[in-house]
């Protein structure tokens, strides 16, 4: 038997999982990730501690399901996009990775924007600008940490730089870098020109050679084997940013259907053979399917949210569940299956690490009576969530010229069966899951198999290895009453418009 794995460096968990080539999970191992937050704005995280995480559920998922090493056929990695991972040419990280919810650079876009910079950029990259992007960080480090700038030798996207570690063989997976506003679109290679814009034409050696995702990009070295448990020699292929491994995992391969992911992030998304180039929506960047581009709306908007409220707001909440072998997020669920979708609750606004809609705005609930619980709590946050999922798809929506058969939703929402129907509610659409519970690692597992020739494509691999759930459709109902709560979302969202940057001015200087 040959089995296949996928690393998932997420923005809170690290985890490992084994698929057999049906796609089925035969065990998975994860770890949280620690994230390191020096002042506000600012998430980071110690690279040393992220490579062994990496080890540790590798070493992990081995042990727990008793695979040999040498039953696993291929290995590949993703992570979150954006955020940044510097090895320096001292051969070590040059500083603390960066997250993808890290907003420190959020007056380089601003600025970009004003002087012309961006539209003159979107022209060869087909993207806007966003703080969190390796071009806003690299200028903003450049500016404030210009001795680390003089260290670095390669730049790297998250799960690049992990399986620069597994391969000792720096490379950069297209579909991240391309999503980075260093890679031209129409050519799909590195521009110039777009590194000039930036002012970051000095760095252009530290880009590592561009390599598909199917691609085989090195072996497992034998200190890496020594230290993660697989056998040298096994075969590592470049990998996805997970928005991609998660499409992938869902059977979204062209712009039939909808892809969301409910986790850290928003992530709206469809494949297509064209890039949107009427600025209408955030991102396009390259398809880990050859010859397609990714359509991308996304925000820090989602379930991080929902993490936030139980670790923060229901500590004896979580106590009480674990005492009575359930998750904390069963409770939650049972919590907002019973309040009605027809009763007020607080407006939610999801903005706890970053926003769509200001680059200050801050997370609130609006509307709190002293008749509300912490259930109703609980409803709003959902309801909050899943509301800023639908201003990104309504994005995505007026790019086409037809509607999608269905949403395929991945990420912590999917495994709620109340989430995954006010998903269907809110935006009236059918909505799939897949009956797994790692889709990033899924994805991994089947753009591996595709890359050791266990399948003749992607496609064939997809198709083969993507166990999809029931349809669950919107209640006619309830989509009217949801469309009446969103427009209070949005009428919340632009009367508190002008409060944002007046608040962060206190937030940087306080009260001088």
């Known amino acids: 038997m040959r089995y296949f794995l996928g690393l998932d460096n997420g ?38 501690k992220m490579w062994e995480a990496n080890c540790a559920v590798i070493r992990g998922v081995l042990e727990k399901t008793g695979v040999q090493p040498n039953a696993v056929a291929g290995v ?4 979150h996009g954006k955020g940044l991972y510097l090895w320096g040419k001292d051969g070590r990280p040059a500083r603390n990775g960066i997250i993808s919810t890290d907003d420190r650079a959020y007056q380089y876009p601003a600025r970009w924007r004003a002087d012309g910079t961006e539209k003159k950029a979107f022209a060869l990259s087909c993207q806007h600008i966003m703080a969190c992007q390796p071009v806003a960080l690299l200028a903003w480090l450049r ?7 003089k260290n670095i030798r390669w730049i790297f996207a998250c799960k690049d730089y992990v399986r620069f570690r597994l391969t000792g063989e720096a490379w950069a997976e297209i579909t991240d870098y391309s999503g980075a506003n260093l890679v031209n679109l129409h050519t799909g290679q590195y521009d110039d020109e777009l590194l000039a814009l930036f002012g970051l034409g000095d760095l252009r050696q530290a880009l590592p050679p561009l390599c598909g995702s199917a691609q085989i990009c090195g ?34 391969l062209d712009a039939k259907n909808i892809c969301m992911i409910a986790g850290t992030w928003s992530i709206n998304e ?14 396009n960047s390259l ?33 009480e569940a674990k005492r009575a072998g359930k998750s904390v997020y069963e409770v939650m669920n049972e919590w907002v299956a019973s309040v009605d979708a027809r009763e007020f609750v607080p407006i939610f606004l999801p903005f706890l690490m970053a926003s769509n809609v200001h680059p200050n705005a801050k997370g609130c609930f609006v509307g709190l009576s002293a008749s509300h619980t912490r259930r109703h709590l609980a409803r709003s946050v959902y309801e909050g969530i899943a509301f800023s999922h639908k201003q990104h798809l309504d994005r995505l929506l007026r790019t086409r010229d037809d509607m999608p058969e269905c949403i395929r939703l991945a990420g912590g929402a999917a495994n709620s069966a109340v989430w995954t129907q006010m998903f269907a509610d809110v935006t009236g659409l059918p909505v799939e899951t897949v009956r797994v519970n790692e889709t990033g690692a899924l994805g991994c597992a089947i753009v591996a198999a595709a890359g050791v020739g266990a399948y003749a494509s992607l496609e064939e691999a997809a198709r083969a290895m993507c166990p999809l759930g029931e349809r669950v459709f919107p209640s006619p109902r309830r989509h009217e009453i949801y469309l009446r709560k969103y427009a209070l979302y949005q009428k919340t969202i632009a009367c508190l418009d002008s409060l944002w940057s007046d608040m962060q001015q206190y937030v940087e200087n306080g009260f001088e």
């Open 11 to 48: 923005g809170t968990t690290t985890k490992a999982a084994l698929y057999d080539l049906k796609g089925r999970e035969i065990g998975v191992c994860s770890t949280e990730t620690k994230a390191l937050t020096p002042r506000p704005g600012l998430i980071e995280r110690d690279m040393e």
């Open 76 to 79: 590949a990695v993703c992570g």
């Open 287 to 319: 398809f880990c399917r050859p010859g397609y581009y990714l359509i991308e709306e996304s925000s820090p908007t989602s379930a991080g949210n929902s993490a936030w409220f139980v670790h923060t707001l229901l500590p004896e909440a979580s106590a």
């Open 270 to 283: 469809y494949p297509r053979t064209e890039p949107v180039m009427d600025g209408s929506v955030l991102m």
């Open 143 to 149: 500016d404030h940490e210009p001795d680390v700038v």
């Open 219 to 252: 072996q497992i070295t034998e200190e890496a084997a020594c230290k993660c448990g697989l056998d040298a020699g096994t075969p590592v292929v470049g990998g996805m940013f997970d928005i991609d491994a998660c499409a992938l995992a869902v059977d979204v």
